[in-house]
Structures are given as structure tokens and as C-alpha cells.
């Protein structure tokens, strides 16, 4: 093909691996929402791109996030299609991380690494379902009075 392995063809390799699994998170929450809300809007004079930005995507939220989440996941830890999609002047994590391996024992600034990684998936996680539950409960309490 005449094409040469670099930033580019490792973008489009995990994308490629990544794309469904965004799909898959979100077309559950786009099938949940229910279709008259953006018709609503758009009869109480919303243009569709206010609509869609207002409306449709709070509803979908919820699922860009899981599907980005997961997809950040995938790609941190693939190391087949970054090995045959990349060029040998840069090293990925995941490239990196299986070439000191290899040598011997794990050494501690990657274990530290591995802790931070960790930790800021678990920090970002929680305070999603914190704001998640906020909005539940506060919809809820909106239920009830009406």
C-alpha cells in the first residue's frame, strides 16, 4: 500500500478496536430516550441543534462516558495492534510496559504509574456516579411533586 507505520496508523487501529464499544454503550441510551422530548423542544421553538445539544445529549451522556471510559481502557492496555500499526520512533504505554517486562522484574516507577492510572479511573468513576445519583434522586424528588 506505500503506507508508513506511525502516529496515523496506530490512530486508526484503535479506533478501529474502540469505535464498537463506544457504539455499544451508547445506542442503549439512545434507544431509552424517549423521542417525544426532542420533538417537544423542537415545537416549543428549539432549531435541532439547540435541541440537540440541550436535549438529546444530557440523555446520552450517561453512555459517551462508559463508551469513552472503556475505549481510554482498551486502548491503555492493547498492545497487539499497537505493536504492528506503530513506527519504532515512539513508544506507546503499552509498548514500553511490555519491553521492560520482558528484561525482568516490573520496576517501581511503573508500579507507581500503574497506582496512578488506577486511582484517577477510580477518582473519575466515583465522582460520575456521585453526579449520576444527584441527578437520579433530584429527578425523583421532581416525580414525586408532580
Not at 42 to 63: F, M
Not at 70 to 85: K, P, R, V
Not at 89 to 118: C, D, N, Q
Amino acid at each position: 500500500l506505500g503506507l508508513e507505520f506511525g502516529f496515523f496508523t496506530l490512530l486508526v487501529g484503535h479506533v478501529v478496536l474502540t469505535v464498537p464499544f463506544v457504539v455499544l454503550s451508547v445506542i442503549p441510551k439512545l434507544q431509552q430516550m424517549d423521542g417525544n422530548i426532542y420533538e417537544a423542544a423542537l415545537d416549543l421553538g428549539a432549531t435541532p441543534n439547540y435541541a440537540l445539544w440541550k436535549v438529546v445529549l444530557p440523555e446520552i451522556i450517561p453512555g459517551i462516558v462508559s463508551g469513552f471510559l472503556l475505549s481510554i481502557t482498551l486502548s491503555l492496555d492493547d498492545y497487539i495492534i499497537t505493536a504492528f500499526t506503530k513506527s519504532d520512533s515512539f513508544t506507546t504505554l503499552s509498548t514500553y510496559v511490555y519491553g521492560v517486562t520482558a528484561k525482568g522484574p516490573l520496576p517501581a516507577e511503573l508500579r507507581a504509574l500503574t497506582t496512578l492510572i488506577f486511582v484517577v479511573i477510580l477518582i473519575g468513576l466515583l465522582i460520575y456516579n456521585f453526579v449520576m445519583s444527584k441527578r437520579m434522586n433530584a429527578k425523583a424528588k421532581r416525580r414525586v411533586r408532580i
